[in-house]
C-alpha cells in the first residue's frame, strides 16, 4: 500500500499568513493527489484535486503544486475561516490519506 | 442536489458484525461513480475503507479486505458497508462519500454527515 507522510501535524498560525502543509509518498504517484479541509463534527471537504486543481468553489487563497513524490498545500493568506485540519490524499493506487495537519490559531 | 446519509446501530458488540447504509438522494447510484466508504477514529485522521461501482467493481482498503465488504442496492438506490468481527479499534466515525469522477476511484466530493459506531459490550 502507498504511503502517505503529511507534515507537520500541527501548525500555529495568525491571519494573514501564508500556511504551507507539505505530503511525501512512498512511491511516485504522477499528480494523482487530492487535498481536503476537515472543521470539528463535519466531514472533510474537497480543496484540491490532481496536485493543483481548485475544486469549484474554493477560495483562490488555496493552491496545491507537486508532482511525483512531493506535494504541498498552500494557503497565502490565513483567513478566520481557515483553521481546521488538513487532510491529503493519494488516489494513485486505491486510496489512502496522509495523517492530518491541524491549522490553529497562534 | 445530491445527498448522501448514512444509517445504522450506533452500538455494535466486539466479535459481531457492523453494518450501515447509505441512502443516495438526487442521483441514482447506477450514475457511473465509485461510492465509498471512510471512517475516522474519535481524535484521530481519515481511514478509507473500501468502494463499490455499479455493483461491479469493488475495492478494498488492503490490511481490511477480509472483514470488509461493501454492496450496492439498486432497488433502494443505497449502497452498504459490513465490517465483520469487530473489535473497540473499529470504533469510529463512518462516512459515505461518492467518487468524483465517473468510471474511476477518485477523490470524494459529495459526503454524509457521519455516523458514530461505538464497538463495546
Known amino acids: 500500500d502507498i504511503q502517505m507522510t503529511q507534515s507537520p501535524s500541527t501548525l500555529s498560525a495568525s491571519v494573514g499568513d501564508r500556511v504551507t502543509i507539505t505530503c511525501r509518498a512512498s512511491q511516485s504517484l504522477s499528480n494523482w493527489v487530492a487535498w481536503y479541509q476537515q472543521k470539528p463534527g463535519k466531514a472533510p471537504k474537497l480543496l484540491i484535486y490532481?496536485?493543483?486543481t481548485l475544486e469549484s468553489g474554493v477560495p483562490l487563497r488555496f493552491s496545491g503544486s507537486g508532482s511525483g513524490t512531493e506535494f504541498t498545500l498552500t494557503i497565502t493568506s490565513l483567513q478566520p475561516d481557515d483553521f481546521a485540519t488538513y487532510y491529503c490524499?493519494?488516489?494513485?493506487?486505491?486510496?489512502?490519506f496522509g495523517g492530518g495537519t491541524k491549522v490553529e490559531i497562534k | 442536489q445530491v445527498q448522501l446519509r448514512e444509517s445504522g446501530p450506533g452500538l455494535v458488540k466486539p466479535s459481531e458484525t457492523l453494518f450501515l447504509t447509505c441512502s443516495v438522494a438526487g442521483s441514482s447510484i447506477s450514475s457511473g461513480y465509485y461510492w465509498g466508504w471512510v471512517r475516522q477514529p474519535p481524535g484521530q485522521g481519515l481511514e478509507w475503507l473500501g468502494a463499490v461501482y455499479h455493483g461491479v467493481d469493488t475495492s478494498y482498503k488492503s490490511s481490511l479486505k477480509s472483514r470488509v465488504t461493501i454492496s450496492v442496492d439498486t432497488s433502494k438506490n443505497q449502497f452498504s458497508l459490513k465490517l465483520q468481527s469487530v473489535t473497540a479499534a473499529d470504533t469510529a466515525i463512518y462516512f459515505c462519500a461518492r467518487s468524483q469522477c465517473s468510471y474511476a476511484l477518485c477523490p470524494f466530493d459529495l459526503w454524509g454527515q457521519g455516523t458514530l459506531v461505538t464497538v463495546s459490550s
Open positions: 490524499q493519494q488516489y494513485s493506487s486505491q486510496l489512502t
Open positions: 490532481k496536485a493543483s
